[in-house]
């Protein structure tokens, strides 16, 4: 079995040389290890995504109430209609490997009572692509804080513009969410139906405690 052995090794050696037999070696050592520690591994692994996963769930139920508590706080501070927080979140690539950016509105506040031509947007911003939106988004992130009238959101975002048009807004702002790493992660925005002014100051306010709320 030994003589076995060593003219085994002799001949990888001749047909490999010294370092092939160390590759060799060490690829074994790990298929070793896959194999005998591999469940173990996988179990432990499967357990803390789990957990991890658990976690945020139990952070996004906490911090849904407090959005809301911030957008009803705000919004006659804004003198705004309506009020909505929305996350980007990661979409596919295309086939030369450009990302897609979605978005989703996810909470939301109106005046006590809903505008005739106002809807609720949670459904109706779901999954949405960034990139359809023209100048828009640009703008928002090289400013942080924008705010347009119907008129000025014509030449800058048409497809949003005949949204807004056909609903009788005047007026929307937006301001941006960052997470610890600065990193934007979402908006505040707004959009009034009588008014054609709305408060930034109250608004960046908003969007400020509104961030501290997700990176607690």
Not at 6 to 20: A, T
Not at 61 to 82: A, E, F, W
Not at 140 to 166: A, G
Request: glycine share 6%; aromatic share 10%.
């Amino acid at each position: 079995m030994q003589e076995n052995t060593s003219q085994f090794l002799s001949e990888v050696m001749k047909q490999y040389g010294l370092f092939g037999v160390i590759v060799i070696i060490i690829l074994l050592t790990i298929l070793i290890v896959i194999y005998k520690f591999g469940p173990q591994i996988y179990d432990t692994w499967k357990a803390k995504a789990s957990d991890d996963h658990h976690k945020r769930m139990m952070h996004g139920i906490k911090k849904g109430p407090l959005v809301q508590s911030t957008l009803r706080n705000y919004l006659p501070l804004i003198k705004c209609d309506h009020i909505f927080v929305g996350e980007f979140h990661n979409g596919t690539s295309s086939i030369v490997g450009i990302p897609y950016m979605k978005f989703d509105i996810i909470f939301e506040h109106i005046t006590p009572k809903l505008h005739e031509n106002d809807c609720l947007l949670v459904r109706l911003y779901e999954n949405e692509y960034v990139q359809t939106h023209d100048q828009l988004p640009g703008l928002l992130f090289q400013h942080n804080n924008i705010v347009y009238t119907l008129d000025e959101l014509q030449s800058i975002d048409e497809q949003l513009y005949f949204r807004m048009k056909s609903r009788g807004v005047k007026v929307m702002a937006m301001s941006l969410i960052y997470n610890t790493k600065n990193i934007p992660v979402g908006i505040v925005g707004c959009f009034c139906f009588e008014d054609d002014t709305i408060n930034m100051n109250e608004l960046i306010k908003c969007s400020k405690e509104i961030e501290n709320i997700y990176n607690k």
